[in-house]
């Protein structure tokens, strides 16, 4: 058919990523931790405690790792990490606010002239747009106290390390 | 004469996808016969022809081989199928084809191929049978390209309903022994006046099934519509505020577990090491898979799984790609485009000399424009579902080109296309980035190694920096103009071509010397389809630079583009109804300015004019008025959406969109970084369409967007004086 | 274990507190209606009722679900399937597109509602702004809020005010 060929030679040029190459491999690699409805694998305590006396710091800040959890969608603590959606909080307690060079703060974080004491970290991350209004932060909040002590506790830790 | 209730929504039927394209004759024999078996549903049920089905009840399925991603583009087939059919509305449902070989758009073939192929008649039946075996070779059954309404809709749901019609007079003119010619339809009714008969189109779907599909059915003219051009309600709307519609990501399959997934940020680089220590212990775990190219953490929910896959460290291989970032990569497009000169470079278009023309010019302008890649963000995130085992394969997802999907999966799966089963859901937003398979192939590719179903769920900080981007470009512009003010010359030459080909050309403007050129520049990012792809760059770049020469010739924008579409009536109709929407010539408040912007663009003809207020620190895009000719317009409430839809994703690219580069990886990760415009920044938008052909019709989903950044620029340079040539907008200080 | 109120009615999880709200009610509840759209508050998609009030279902944790009723949007609805006010007008204005985000805009309109029977524009925008639509219909929403609140009669086709066709 004379119509088709010379329309079949425009065909590669068709954007239609539909084009895959060769049937995908194997994983390079599989770990497999437990089939489905398998009970739960043991997890080792988040930090052991090696030495006497370090054991009552290691729980409060496992705990509050994992009530950090939650705000690790837009906050990383890792020395190295660049900001992501918030600032990242690794050397936060006992800074003032909108310390960081990476964040773009708002005016209203920026000269709210607070430091980051645990009270002022308390009072902040149980409302943030109340204690401070125009703050880009519009999520996040925790409302029981007890979570909020585990928090800063964890981010207390950080600075400490 | 009873009444006929709307049944419960049934699911898609299965019926020959024969191209019913006028005097097409592809299968031999009644297509209906091959298939009627699998057609397993309820008694009663009748097939009549190719795309229609009519229930013991009276109810008419519309059976449509395109997806419905929020452009309408469902209830729109079904209100031609049913106009030319005379079927009751009230009694129509519209459902999406299953992903078989037998539905497949080869209208859409066709138009993508040899969108202008004249054929003399009798070839008619051998090309359009050649498309279709064409389109199902290469599995096509896509939604893009703004084609559902002017090519499906046009070319096959039309004739369809007028065949279904016809067969179904031929039926009683048979059973009641009267000439056809007496007999008369209208809402699922076959009456005949003369004797006070009439029956329900159900008592013939039977009889009508053994005639033979007409070669040449009647189709309506405008005058005649009953539901096309009329703005009916649209049928999926009602799902989508009681939280029952279903996307790709709602999908439900028992015993599934869950996936979150990296790849590797730079592309083309793999995975040299992973360090899953943690990640192993972590709650909910049940496999960590290096899969090469990304790492997978398939986990009993998504977020045990994303929190999971964020503590694993992974190294990448190093690429050629690392070194680039944004600055290197505009500087390489410059240096293609240097060494491209003035004679370099593939010629697109050419006609006169343009070099001559513009050297011998009375004035001579000059310019050059950038715009960034952007990404689709989509508010549904990339997302897959799938279930490997014993030698079979299912597929959940939402897609653009189902068919595609099904064979990229069965490819993946290293299985026979046949043993491979897809399920189409809405569309989360489509806009291109869903005709992709990347996430098909993965998810496959993951559910190949557990062997138990998996959704695989992108972050939205995967889906934006794993994205197929629409790509940047840089593109140069000389353009003469005589004494007069009359253009005379015009030479382009822009980095990157991808689709349309004609994006790039100007032939609706009255330039007698211009030269088109374009350089391929080598690029390691990847790149798809965004809503109306190259229009979209070269909207910008053609109507900035289009008012520039107007500035240069001392006339106003309105005024120099209708010099130069003079030739054009339907062109001129447009612009013209643009400038008289938009009260031109009118004195604006101080600060602010009006752009004007022409488009044609998908087979529609589009204007707009922007007011833009530039009295604070950023533009302020009040109000677009957008005149609009598709031909003819079928939803009219649809094709306003679609323009209000294509303005505002067009909008928020030209303030914010901007992918950057460092080192090879893509810097903007989610909403934060890559803004949106919110409903604080909507302008008011007002439509008016002006339906100038009914028998060519254009599209609706894309062609909104083109003209939006160059009517804003072009506004702000109105009311400021400042020229702006990159974009976003956000780039540029107006303090 | 732990206790819920979702749409008046009682449920038990066996989920980490930590756990998200939106993953709780998507996969353990396979309640699907609420979306997610960027998992960090940015867009909306997730938005549910706590107690009435709005939240980002993505980003609350389920433990401050405790004691609380939970509202999505699949609890809109009368018990008889009676559409609510704002759902209704969502129709009437034809609002949805793609309809991803729709849930969340339909969450954030009744909780503005509920507090501001009449908004102005501006109080439209502040409620609003949170919830992206990737499809631009936020003229469509503005209208089916006033719709709602009684402010604007729906046109008199379907969809808003019929644009003018000349043929």
Known sequence: MRNLSAILAVLPALALAACSSDPAPEPVEQIIVREPGAPPVQQAAAEEPAVSGENDEAAPIAAGKSAFAICSGCHVVDADASSTAGPNLHASVGSPAGAREDFAYSEALKSSGITWTEAELDAYIADPAGKVPGTTMVAGAVQDAEQRKAIITYLTSLSAT | MGKWSRRAFIGAGVVAGSALVVGVAVRPGNPNDELKPLLADAEGEELINAWVKVGADNVVTAIVPHVEMGQGALTALGQMLADEMDADWAGVQVVEAPAIDQYVSDSIGREFIAPNLQVPEFFEPTVAGGFLELAQAMSLQITGGSYSVRGTGQRAMRTAGAAAREMLIAAAASEWNVPEGEITTANSMVSHAKSGKSEPYAKFAAAAAEQSLPAKPKLKSPDKYTLMGKPIARTDIPAKVDGTADFGIDAKVPGMKYAAVKAAPVVGAQVESMDATAAKSMPGVLQILNMGDFVAVVADGYWQAQQALNTIGTKYSKTEGDKLDQAALFTRYDEYLDEAGADGGDTETEEGDAADAFANAATKVEAEYKVPFLAHATMEPMNCTAWVRDGKCDVWSGHQSPLGARKAAAKAAGLDFEDVTYHNAYLGGGFGRRSENDNIEMAVRIAKATQYPVKMIWSREEDTMQDHYRPSATSRFQGGLDKDGKAVAWSNIHTHLFDPQEAPTVPYYNIANHKIRKVDVPTHLRFGPWRSVDHSQHGFFIESFVDEMAVAAGKDGYAFRRELLKDSKRHLAILDKAAEMSGWGNTLPEGHGRGIAFVPSFGSVIAQVAEVDMTGAKPKVKKVYVAADAGFVVNPDGFTAQMESAIVYGLTATLYGEISLKDGAVQQSNFHDYQMLRINEMPEVVVEIINGDHKRLGGGGEPGLPPIAPAVTNAIFAATGKRVRELPLSKTSFA | ?167
Request: glycine share 10%; proline share 5%.
């Open chain 3, 1 to 167: 274990m732990i206790k819920l109120n979702v749409n008046g009615q009682a449920k038990e999880v066996d989920v980490d507190p930590a756990t998200p709200i939106l993953w709780v009610v998507r996969e353990n509840l396979e309640m699907t209606g609420t979306k997610f759209g960027c998992g960090i508050a940015q867009c909306g998609a997730c938005t549910v009722h706590l107690d009435g009030k709005p939240v980002r279902s993505c980003s609350t944790p389920v433990s401050q679900a405790d004691g609380k009723a939970i509202t999505t949007v699949e609890g809109l609805a009368e018990e008889d399937g009676t559409l609510s006010k704002v759902q209704q007008a969502w129709i009437d204005a034809q609002v949805p597109q793609c309809g991803y985000c729709q849930s969340g805009q339909i969450m954030s309109a009744t909780a503005l509602l509920k507090n501001n029977p009449q908004p102005t524009d501006e109080q439209i925008n502040s409620a609003m702004a949170g919830n992206v639509c990737r499809c631009g219909m936020y003229g469509r929403i503005r209208s089916a809020i006033k719709i709602a609140a009684g402010m604007e009669q729906p046109a008199a086709e379907t969809g808003p005010e019929s644009t003018k066709v000349e043929a």
